[in-house]
Every structure is written in C-alpha cells, then in structure tokens.
C-alpha cells in the first residue's frame, strides 16, 4: 500500500473556475432518485476530464488474463463522447489483500484494443508522475492512472464529501482538471474520494454508462409492466431482503419468489425446519445482520405471505449426490444446493408470463454442475419472457455472458452491490454526490447569467 506522503500539487490557474466550464443548458437528467447533469449539459472541447469508471474484472490466476471484459467495453459509449478531451481516467481493480488485485496496466492495453486506439498509463495516481503525465495530454488522449485502491487515502478516507474533497489525491487532480464525469456505477454505493471528492470542487456530471443506468432501472422500478416479479436469491441474503421489503411495501412488485439462501431463510421462519447445518450456514454469513435481517424477513411473511412463493421442493447435497425432496421431507443433515424440479418448473413459468422481471442472485451453487440446474433454467426462461428483464450485476450478470444470454435481457446492469441497493430504495453517495454538484454548479451559473 502506497502512503500519503505528496504534497498539493501547486496549480497553475483556478480550473474550476464555472466561468471556465460552457454549459450547453440546464436540462437534468430526471430520475426517481437524483437529478444530475450529464455530458448533454456540457460541451467539452479542450476541457481536461476525470473520469471515474469501474473496470474491475475478473481474472485468471496466475497470469492475471481478463475472464471478462464486459465492464472495460461499457465505458466506450462515454469515452467516445470525450474524443475532443484530453481524458484522465481513474480506476480500481480488486482491494487490498485479494490475488486479482493488481495494476490497472492490463486495463489500459484492454481498453486501447477496443477503442483500435493507444491508451496512455503512468503508475502514478496524484503525484509528479500523473500530474505531468496529466499536463502532457493532447485533445483527444486519454490517460489512464494506476489502481485507485493501492493509496490509502481511497480506502481509509471516511466523512462527508468534504472530508473527501480535502485528501490530496482529489485536491492534486481536481487542480488541473476542469470536468469531473462519473461512470462507475458498480462501485456507486460507496463513499470513496475518488467516487465523490470532487463534488463541490468542480463541476460534476454522469457518463452514459451511469445515465443509461439510472434510466432503465427506473423504468422498472416506477412504471413497470404487470405482473411484475422479484427472483431474488445468492449470497448477499440481508441485501436479497431488504430489496423484497421495498418493491413489495411500495407496489413495485406483484410477486416475491425467494431463491438461495433467501429462500432457505423464508421457509425456516415459515416454520419449515431446514436443519441445523443450514441454519447454521445462514447465521455466519449474515453475522451482525442476522436479528434485524430476520426481523425484516418475518415482517414480509407476515404482511405479504400471499405474494411470496416459497419452494416446495429443494436440492441437498448428500455426498457429493444431488437428493431432491419436498419440503414436507425437511429437515435434512445435508446443505441445500439448489431448488427441486417442481420450484424450478413454478419458477420458470413465472417469468414466461411476467411483465417485469428483476432477478439478482443465482439460485443454487451453479460452480457445481449437479446443482445449476435451477440456475440455468431460470436463465433460460428469462431469455424466452417477452417481458421486460432487469438482472442486478455480480454472478448473475457473468453467467448470462457465459451462456450468450446478453441480448435477451432488457437490462444487464454492472453493479451488483450498488444495484441491489439503489432497487432497495437506498441513497447512493455516487448519485448523491452528482446530485449536490449538479444543483451548486447549476445554481452558480444561473446566478451568474442573471448578475
């Protein structure tokens, strides 16, 4: 880990002067939850742009080869965007201690493949390497830093956006930068200086990854089409709940099917016993959150029960054999893997016939093959619906690449964490961040044109 040890980089005028930025109108972008401007507000001609994306893809150990570059190719649209720019990107890949967390070099040689054009990169982030690299720019070039999360002022900073606009790392950039843009929708639901440091400093506006974001999950989540069914399950069960309790309590969803582990919680409050190596499973992973995510669960149960469709058969892994039994059967000494044949059956019909499908998590251990079959054929049956198909990032999104799904989704998002938790009704910094700036640098300008 990199330590904090730079000072200020002395800037040579006051970019971040509005005068400086020409702003095409104040049109915002209007969405359920923010109003930001983007790179429709801005003409960018000449202007030195940040840009904060999320490229964090999965690797091959050892030789750290890309397993896949979907993240890298969304952010084309926004670099296209920026062609007459002199365009600095900031990026992350992995964190600290994990074995795919590596330099954003590779990225770098990714992205000017696709692009069929050099992409520059210095392992620098805000120091006199980045800065000259920065100032070196032509229009028209891009730059891109090294891993965001290998200075420890990205991921020890906590506070406010002020807090985070103080560090060096956003003081040094924001010094020679005249645009701010925010494209990392993934990590959207963090509060990093990289993510929102910028927000009082200069002006700052969503990419057309983000925009596109925010626009195709509200039109799930504010008009959908009937009816409209939640497929929830994978790991992340208190976030699986807390998604459930905000579509179900706000009309979004007619139905709830719980998949996964969620599915395992349900039945148990439900009074199905799933057994105590189950159970036990349940309570380590949600750890600190297991009484209030319970809470939450039972309070669903008991005010929608009509609405949830529960399994009625599962999946258990006897010796490494894949045992289907219906829940009447349970409990069971073993894990439940996966769904039985007849919940997957319930579950696929469901989907063919929904309007709006929003589905995160897979719904058993997919990595082993006895047990993706109720993966697999909720996929597939996504892919035949012709209704409108939302599906949260993360292994969900993977898979659907893998099997050549991707066109057959309404929406494939990027972000697993940030879309579970915009879908729950969260705020996230990232969007609260272009928020605030978009309302202080619109109001300045409009101030200055009425003086």
């Avoid at 999360?149 to 010094?175: C, P, W």
């Avoid at 208190?238 to 979004?252: K, P």
């Avoid at 469901?350 to 897979?362: R, W, Y």
Wanted: proline share 4%; with cysteine.
């Amino acid at each position: 880990m990199r330590g904090e040890t730079r000072g200020c980089w002395v800037q040579k005028k006051n970019r971040w002067d509005i005068s400086s930025v020409a702003m095409k109108s104040r049109r915002l972008l209007e969405c359920s939850m923010a109003s930001v401007l983007t790179l429709d507000n801005v003409n960018v001609d000449n202007m030195t742009v940040l840009v904060r994306v999320d490229i964090n893809c999965p690797l091959l150990p050892g030789t750290k080869s890309f397993l896949d570059t979907t993240r890298i190719r969304a952010i084309v649209p926004t670099l296209n965007r920026l062609t007459s720019a002199k365009v600095v990107l900031l990026a992350h890949q992995s964190r600290p201690g994990k074995q795919d967390f590596t330099s954003t070099l590779g990225h770098s040689r990714e992205l000017g493949r696709l692009l069929g054009r050099p992409v520059k990169w210095v392992d620098d982030l805000y120091g006199d390497k980045a800065m000259k690299g920065i100032e070196a720019l032509q229009c028209g070039e891009i730059l891109m830093l090294d891993n965001v999360r290998m200075y420890d002022e990205e991921i020890k900073t906590k506070g406010d956006f002020n807090a985070h606009s103080e560090t060096t790392l956003v003081q040094n950039l924001a010094s020679v930068a005249d645009l701010f843009v925010y494209d990392a929708f993934a990590c959207a639901h963090r509060s990093t200086p990289s993510g929102v440091g910028f927000t009082h400093l200069i002006p700052c506006v969503a990419g057309e990854l983000m925009k596109s974001e925010i626009s195709k999950l509200d039109r799930a989540l504010n008009n959908p089409s009937r009816p409209c069914i939640a497929v929830l399950g994978g790991i992340k069960v208190d976030d699986s709940i807390l998604v459930a309790d905000n579509m179900l309590r706000n009309n979004i969803c007619d139905e709830f099917w719980p998949t996964g582990g969620v599915a395992n919680l349900l039945l148990e409050l439900s009074g199905i016993q799933i057994g105590v190596l189950n159970h036990d499973f349940l309570v380590n992973e949600l750890g600190k959150s297991w009484h209030q995510t319970v809470e939450t669960a039972k309070s669903l149960l008991r005010d929608f029960g009509s609405k949830i469709h529960l399994p009625v058969d599962v999946a258990a892994n006897v010796e490494d054999n894949r045992v289907d039994l219906e829940v009447s059967k349970l409990p069971i000494d073993a894990p439940i893997f996966d769904l039985g044949i007849q919940s997957i059956r319930n579950l696929s019909a469901a989907i063919k016939s929904a309007g709006t499908v929003h589905l995160n998590g897979p719904a058993g251990v997919f990595e082993l093959p006895d047990f993706a079959f109720g993966t697999i054929e909720m996929l597939n049956a996504c892919a035949e619906t012709k209704g409108y198909v939302v599906v949260g990032g993360g292994h969900t999104a993977t898979l659907i690449s893998k099997y050549g799904l991707s066109k057959n989704m309404g929406h494939l998002s990027t972000g697993g964490g940030a879309c579970l938790d915009y879908i729950a009704g969260k705020t996230l910094p990232a969007i609260a961040s272009l928020e605030a700036s978009a309302e202080a640098f619109t109001l300045n300008i409009a101030r200055s044109v009425d003086q």
